[in-house]
């Protein structure tokens, strides 16, 4: 034992790489592996007569990705609703991240960090039924509108093209509304890990440099706090991408790319199809993170 | 004139943030509430009644039990799994400065972007 330990000690690389083996392989065969079969899948087409798939190379069913267009539509609805909902996470996210680390007392923010994890706790099902009793049409929220007086506004709100619908339960805001409500988590927790390493002596000196609070949160907190918005953004915009379960429980009837990944392969049974799509977040994704990883979106994680 | 402390939030940020953090337990209080309503099959607001019937009813059936069982089997399995994997990842990453994590977090980062369809492929891989 002790010769296996200064053997191992000698060698750091090897014991490294000892320690690194158990999950790569894990990595290697329940993410790579799965996604290589994924990959393999889309490249087959369905025939349309026999409703069989052809197993022969071809780029026929991403055609069919990206050129049909109720499948532009998909593609475009979701990315839409991703962009939405993560620029309006890292708004929300803002205030609670900047007060919880900077101002609140220890135990206060003891109190915050233990609250904004607490719902992740929660059943994920459960959350999203609970939002589908407060938004419906004789919901909580309409019931509260109606008692100060804004059910009024409500309505108009619902009659808006796009975003409205018959109840908020059935309308694309009412979906907005229950992704950012889901995905704020992951946006709060890398924002305020980033938020806690800006200094603050910088702070001080920017106030002592007679820069307002508002200044001095434009031009040095948000700046050093790009990467946590970075990260916190890479969770909430591939969440809402591969998300199928909110837009079938609550939302407007039309099809989101993760709705179709799984009608394609289940009821559907067109195997290449659903593959096809579900490589289109992946791409995005990828683009996405691209884009993250120059802002320093690892560095925060 | 009174000054303010130089870093004292002002009353605006203060309530924003506790607004925030009350919006993230709305629906954990929904759902406590329904759990007494009433109500049978609408989502009626306020509840016209309370009542522990629904208590009643779930603690009643066997197949709640099974499931309950079931899950946290699972559960233990899956937290023991994830500790070991997970702590060995870190070790090694803490170990290789070189590398920087920066990749090995976007591997990790692209695992939670797709795995409904990969959850959904390795149902129909053959």
């Known amino acids: 034992m002790r010769a296996l330990s200064t053997f191992l000690y000698r060698r750091p690389n090897l014991y490294i790489l000892l320690l690194l083996i158990p999950p790569l392989l894990w990595f290697g065969t329940v993410y790579l592996g799965s996604l290589f079969t994924l990959l393999a899948q889309s490249m087959y087409a369905i025939d349309e007569f026999t409703a069989k798939v052809v197993y022969e190379p071809t780029l026929a069913t991403y055609k069919q990705v990206v050129t049909q267009p109720a499948n532009v539509d998909i593609i475009v609805r979701t990315l839409s609703m991703a962009v939405a909902v993560t620029i309006a996470c890292g708004l929300i996210a803002l205030p609670i991240a900047n007060y919880m680390v900077r101002y609140a007392s220890p135990r206060a923010r003891a109190f915050f960090y233990v609250g904004v994890m607490l719902p992740m706790w929660m059943s994920y099902l459960v959350k999203v039924y609970a939002w589908r009793l407060i938004l419906a049409k004789q919901g909580i929220l309409s019931w509260l509108l109606d008692v100060v007086g804004l059910g009024a506004a409500l309505d108009a709100v619902l009659r808006i093209p796009g975003i409205g619908g018959p109840s908020l339960s059935a309308s694309y805001l009412g979906m907005f509304i229950v992704f950012v409500y889901m995905w704020l988590p992951f946006m709060i927790l890398p924002l305020a890990a980033a938020l806690e390493k800006v200094p603050e002596s910088l702070l001080q000196a920017s106030a002592d440099l007679g820069a307002r609070p508002v200044q001095t949160f434009r031009r040095v907190t948000l700046p050093l706090a790009l990467p946590g918005l970075a990260a916190g953004s890479v969770f909430t915009f591939s969440l809402t991408l591969g998300d199928y379960i909110i837009p079938s429980v609550v939302g407007a009837p039309g099809y989101f790319i993760g709705m179709m990944v799984y009608q394609q392969q289940g009821t559907a049974g067109n195997i290449p199809l659903a593959a096809a799509f579900s490589v289109v977040p992946i791409v995005l994704i990828m683009i996405y993170l691209a884009i993250a990883r120059r802002a320093g979106a690892f560095d925060a994680l | ?22 919006f993230m337990h709305l629906p954990v209080l929904v759902i406590v509430l329904y759990a007494f309503t009433t109500a049978d099959r609408t989502y009626e607001f306020p509840p016209p009644g309370l009542t522990l019937h629904w208590f009643e009813a779930a603690f009643a059936r066997a197949d709640i039990w099974a499931a309950m069982r079931l899950s946290l089997a699972v559960a233990a399995v899956a937290t023991v799994f994830a500790i070991i994997l997970g702590s060995l990842t870190v070790v090694t990453l803490l170990a290789l400065p070189r590398i920087k994590g920066g990749w090995i977090g976007l591997m990790y980062a692209l695992q939670i972007t797709d795995r409904d369809a990969r959850l959904h492929t390795a149902d129909h891989a053959d």
Do not use: F, H, I, T
């Open chain 2, 1 to 22: 004139m009174r000054y303010r402390r130089w870093n004292e939030p002002s009353l605006g940020v203060r309530l924003a943030a506790y607004a925030v953090l009350a």
